[in-house]
Every structure is written in structure tokens, then in C-alpha cells.
């Protein structure tokens, strides 16, 4: 079959080449993968990782071989799916309790975009919950994470401000539910209940002045590559709030995944939650959309075709 395989001395860092068919095990469903998503992260995995490695976590296809165990959606089911790796391929072996099924109404373009951003979205929200009427402050509102979260944090009750890091990204974070929208952190008027941070370095340092007594900073990402420096007195205005990290792999149970993946599918459908995918593209262009996505030329999330 063909995958998108890992080139780091490459003339590009990945390219499409034939790869052996996956072999799965007695809990995994085979999936003919239809569309996939690109996460910022990912980027970092190209260079961390071996020649001939495959990447992929977000999937979305229809299942073509049941898991062995009987667990899971079975063969012909319509279904998004989170993986570790390997995913960017025709076929891939997933987790029977990583999957949720989809309706005819969520597109796979649609679904693909869900399990890394919109699990990110979900599960650093539920450490400011309830989110009923809090002020919640989102940095890369206009991301593949940030755009999910704004609009979850906005159906829940939460009056929410967007960061973005230019003017004509705004206006389509106000569109779906931000309240404020500010270029640059330092334009922010605090105390903030709950703030996602993902920025890292001086936007880091920044929530911490921001954030309101007994409230939360959740840092899960460093775009920016810097350090922060941050001291006991950074707390002063925002005194017993608490700095929580996050990474999505072990945010919760195992188990977990496939409900949570059925609860952003279930949103989807209800016309509650829009991924912002902008065009399709062949996963032909990936090594191209990845680059514009490290300069921060894209905004929402890239999605990708999967073609013969
Ligand atoms: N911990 C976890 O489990 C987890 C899971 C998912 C993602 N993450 C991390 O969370 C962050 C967001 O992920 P994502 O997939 O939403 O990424 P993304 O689609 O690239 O969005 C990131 C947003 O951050 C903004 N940003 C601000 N300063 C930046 C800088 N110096 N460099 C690059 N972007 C900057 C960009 O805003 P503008 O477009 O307005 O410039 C961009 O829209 C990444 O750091 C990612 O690695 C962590």
C-alpha cells in the first residue's frame, strides 16, 4: 500500500512511497483511511523520528476488518480514529477503543480534524469547569486546537477572549463565539477563571499576570519555541491559581478516547461544533501545507485526502 513515509535527509521531510500492509493485533480494527489531519506537533515528530517511519494520528475512513476480539465498530462502519502513529497510509491498524462511528451528516474531512485538536480542546477545558459564566482565555484561537476550543468553551457558557497573532485572523474567531478577540496576549484584559496556553515563552509569562485568584493556567504546547521564566510573585495578582500541564495521550483512561471522539463526532453533527478545514487538499501536497503551517500561514486545520 501506500504511505507517507518519514525522509529527515530528504529533499523533502516526508515523501509517498510503498509500504507493507499493516499487521494488526487482536484488538485492532484495519481502517481504509479516507482523510487525515496535520497537527503542529507533528512537525517535530519528522525530525525526531527514523527514515522510513510513518507518521499519522488523526484518521478518519470506513473500518475494513473488524478487531479480531470483536470490540469495536464493525467492518463497513463509517468511523474517526486516533492513533499513535502510521496513520498518513491507505490502511491502518487502530485500537478497537479508539474509534467512534460516524453519521452520514459528519464528513471525513470533517472528522479528521477532531481526535488531537478536538480531544486537546475538550480535555483542557474540563480543568476549568463548570465553565458557566467564567472568563476563558484562549492563546492560538484561530489554530487546529484553538478554533475546537473556542467554540466548546463558548456552547458550554463561558465568556471567552481569543488571542491571535494578527489583525485579519480576528474575525473569524469572534464568528464562532468569542466574545473578544485581542492581537497579542498583552492586549487582554484579565482576570481570567481558566487560560489555555500554547504559545509559551513571554505569552506564558503573561497568563500568569492574567489569571484570577483560584483560577487555572493550562499549559499544553510552546509554539514559540521559548523558555519562560517565572517566579512565586508572578502569582501575586492571581494568588492559589494553579499551573497545569497537558498532554492529550494521558489526559484520561485509555478507554476514554472513543467516548470522548463519539461526544466532539456527536457535536459535529448537531451543528454545534464547525472544524475549520479550509480546502481539502491530495495528501500529495503534504510536505508543501506542512511548511506553510510551520511559517503560520494556515489557520484552522489542514486536512488531507488519501488517494490510490
Ligand atoms: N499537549 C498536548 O497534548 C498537545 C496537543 C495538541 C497540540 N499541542 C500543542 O498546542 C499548540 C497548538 O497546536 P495546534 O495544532 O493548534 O497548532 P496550530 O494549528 O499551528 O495553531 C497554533 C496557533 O498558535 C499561534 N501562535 C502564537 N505564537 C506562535 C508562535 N510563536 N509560533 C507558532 N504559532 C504561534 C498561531 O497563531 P496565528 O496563526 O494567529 O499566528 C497558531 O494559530 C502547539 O504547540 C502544539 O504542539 C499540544
Known sequence: MLAVVNTPNGPAPIELRQVPEPVPGPHDAVVAVHAFSLNRGELRSFRNNEEGWIPGQDVSGVVLQQAADGSGPSAGARVVALTDEFGWAERVAVPAHRMAVLPESVSFASAAALPVAGLTALRTLRH???????????????????????????????????????????????????????????????????????????????????????????????????????????????????????????????????PDLALLVSLVADKSLTPQTGPERSWRELAHVAEELRDRKLGGKAVFRVEA
Open 128 to 258: 476549568g469547569a463548570p465553565l458557566l459564566g467564567k472568563r476563558v482565555l484562549i492563546t492560538g484561537a484561530a489554530g487546529g486546537v484553538g478554533h475546537l476550543a473556542v467554540q466548546l468553551a463558548a456552547r458550554s457558557g463561558a465568556r471567552v477572549t481569543g488571542v491571535v497573532g494578527r489583525p485579519e485572523r480576528a474575525a473569524g474567531v469572534r464568528e464562532l463565539g468569542a466574545s473578544d478577540v485581542v492581537v497579542g496576549i498583552d492586549q487582554a484584559q484579565g482576570p481570567f477563571g481558566l487560560i489555555l496556553e500554547s504559545a509559551g515563552g513571554a505569552s506564558l509569562a503573561t497568563a500568569l499576570h492574567l489569571v484570577e485568584a483560584k483560577g487555572a493556567v493550562v499549559v499544553f504546547g510552546n509554539s514559540s519555541g521559548e523558555p519562560t521564566s517565572i517566579g512565586f510573585a508572578d502569582f501575586r495578582g492571581g494568588q492559589n491559581a494553579r499551573l497545569q500541564s497537558f498532554f492529550y495521550f494521558t489526559s484520561g483512561p485509555e478507554e476514554q478516547f472513543g
